[in-house]
């Protein structure tokens, strides 16, 4: 149960990450430009809707969240860019690598 | 507030995509729509005034370059090399006559005073300040220059980007960001200067709010006064909450300095709360320097309203402040053109929440509106005498009103633009203009602009009325008739008609015309017109006077220019 909770809690701050970081990049887009927070959403790749400064913004915002939730720095810009030379990235995958830094971290 | 989105040029020596895309998102008045110089262009488009940036004409333009690429002086004193005074004033310059060059070319030009970012050489440590090569000095040089050559302009205004860096912190800027899109800020520097700007949009448009209403227990002071008296209240002397309190009351006399009114709505005993501000001796505001106050028993949204009407202002000009959330919730709801912020529990962040509050900013201040709270005192005398005598025009001639006309000059064109720009009720075309709009109008052949100043036994008013007259095909029309608000009701109204009729006449025009266009605040002054007398040839728009009828120049008002020939050389 406590584990449960563990995990839970760090949901909670792995989401309220990922929830601010959209709310920053929608504020510097047109309405319909617009991501919306789900796993499914694709950021480059196949079907992505932001752009390239989206996407720069995208990682900035999460990188800055982390920092501020959690204390450590992970560098996202590099891997997102990598891979998506070869996969779409969507804002799952991004949250499960941040899942796994994180994890590694702990 | 303007309904229509104001075009914003950004010509910027860097990516402002997230700049121009907080402007947009941003629902705070007045709506902006950006519009992004091609990138890497901002030399070209400052010079070349038919370059298809430039139309249609912005309303607002917004220069931003960083000071390495404006100066080239200024890059070498980043690098740490021996400046050239000479060379960087000769070079500063030449930028302001950039910005005044593209001043022509919108209504209003914004440019963020330049900054050292994290992309330059770290401006710090001892040597920054050294006279010969140190970079802090050189840009201080710089800027003060700048501001000296555009400062007088009245249509270049310098933003203080030093604080958006400073309120971003460890955000202000980002490596990535800038090494991947060549954007040299963090969006929370962004979000800082849009605030700036819309402010002073604002400003400049004549829609800064004119009167922060207080409350008192709590608020101007900790305590409920009631329970505690007067030498019970939390205010100064040596304790943390009463110095909170007494750096409150310094941030809102600074308020009172720059023009704005205070005003009191408080729950309260009207006697006790004036003993408290008469005699309490760390209060930094006295009774004078309130312009008028409400404190009763009574709903405070119903005394927010009467004190407004009371001092001629509409409710878009109010800002009300208290501690206490059901009140603010109670203004909301049956006042929402009043400004009610969110207000922090801790008196120690008082001072910071009015410092956020960017809905005072306007570009000029002048003597007028600092005496403006006396003068609202002396109205309160004088309304009081009028209640001493029972029939109005009796009343009217022991004011003594006079009058006074003068051209529109560079004496008093600070003042008058002011007076256009601000006054809302009493203005019957609403026509706001720029400094150089106003002085390319009035240079018109057929055009003349009058600047009338009142005085009475109780005191000078100052300038608070304008009148625009232009002359075409024998009708003299009305182009700007803008009177304040704290004069009115006193014969001004009538004796500036009479003025545009006398102008007329000796123009030997057949007719005055008068065209009101409607908004939202001016209705005060179609009733004037509606009553004024004049012939109406449209209804509620366009009202006639034929000069060959003197119209009639109130018997209690003294009009300091000789009847006949006053307009000798103004006439076109």
Redesign the interface.
Known sequence: MADDETSSQGEDRLSRVLKQAVN?VN?????EQNIVLAAETSLMGDGARLD??GV??L??AV??GVEREYGVHISL?DRLIAAASSQTVTLGGVRDLLRAELGSQH | MSAHRLRCLIIADF?A??LA??M??DLAPPLIEPVLAPYGQWMQVLLDASHACWSPRPDITLVWVRPGNAVACLKAAMDMRVVDYGQMAHEVDEYAALLLGAAQRTRFLLAPAWTATAQDQPICGVFAWNPERGAAHALARAKLRLQERIGASGTVFQLDADHWLMRAEM?AS?N??WY??KTPFG?DVFRAAVGDIKAAARGLLGEARKLLVLDLDDTLWGGILGDVGPEGIALGGHDARGEAFEAFQEALRSLLNRGILLGIVSKNDEQLALRAIAEHPAMKLRRDDFAGWRINWRDKAENVADLAAELNLGLQSVVFIDDNPVERDRLRSSLPEVLVPEWPSDPFLYRSALAALACFDTPVVTADDVSRSREYNVRRERDASRAKVANVEDWLLTLGTVVKVEAIGDANRVRALQLINKTNQMNLRTRRLTEAELVAWFGRPGCAGYCISVSDRFGDSGLTGFLGLRLENGIADITDYVISCRVLGRGVEESMVWLASTWAREAKANLVRAEYLATSKNAPCLDFWRRSGFRVEAADRIFVWPCETDFPRPRFVEVSAPPVGCFAGDIP
């Open positions: 920053d504020s510097l887009l047109p309405a390239s400064m720069i913004n990682i900035i990188e800055g810009m | 990516n995509a997230n895309g907080l947009t998102n955000r980002h990535a960001l991947l899109s969006n």
